[in-house]
């Protein structure tokens, strides 16, 4: 019951960001957990989530950065993205915290987060078409606010990339493969 009031405290905030980026028209993606949670899962309680991720394009995230700020977010890792940041083969994300409630928010404006790419000269950034993963995106909805999903397709891809990341552990193969049957 822990995980369930947990991710629905979780999800009730990141709805509260939401709203006032598309009354801003910022599209925003939602990644992993909370998509996850309804598009595969159908259950908020089913698993846990440490973090938010959202995906917003480079150019919406000064706008993204007012909006977590004036929802009483810090940043709490990585450098503020006041101005359009650019896009790297190595971080492209910022964490936010909420103090009083120590939620997160992971604001990301690329699909590749690495901290330590395979090689010096690997591009990683460049084997993904953000104009395409945008424009394939679908719609969705946390709570009543507007949001963006991977589509299967990029999401299979990001699944899997994301495992990689992180050894394939008994939770990403899982939720591989209930995405791969959906």
């Not at 598309?22 to 846990?48: C, F, N, S």
């Not at 424009?135 to 891809?157: C, F, I, K, M």
Request: with cysteine.
């Amino acid at each position: 019951h822990r995980t369930l009031a947990e991710n629905l405290l979780r999800l009730s905030a990141v709805e509260r960001v939401l709203e006032p980026l598309a009354q801003r028209d910022v599209p925003v993606m939602v990644l992993k957990g909370v998509d996850l949670l309804e598009r595969i899962h159908r259950d908020p309680g089913a698993r846990r989530m440490i973090d938010t991720d959202l995906l917003v394009r480079p150019e919406s995230c000064p706008e993204t950065d007012a909006v977590l700020t004036a929802s009483g977010y810090r940043l709490l890792k990585g450098d503020r993205p006041s101005a359009p940041p650019r896009v790297t083969d190595r971080i492209n994300s910022a964490m936010y915290l909420h103090p009083p409630s120590g939620l997160r928010i992971h604001l990301h404006w690329h699909i590749v987060n690495e901290t330590f790419p395979a090689s010096p000269r690997a591009s990683r950034t460049g084997t993904w078409d953000m104009a395409r993963l945008w424009q394939e995106s679908v719609p969705t909805t946390v709570g009543n606010a507007p949001a963006r999903a991977l589509s299967p397709s990029h999401l299979l891809l990001h699944l899997a990339a994301h495992g990689l990341k992180h050894g394939f552990g008994l939770l990403h193969v899982h939720e591989f493969s209930l995405a791969s049957a959906a």
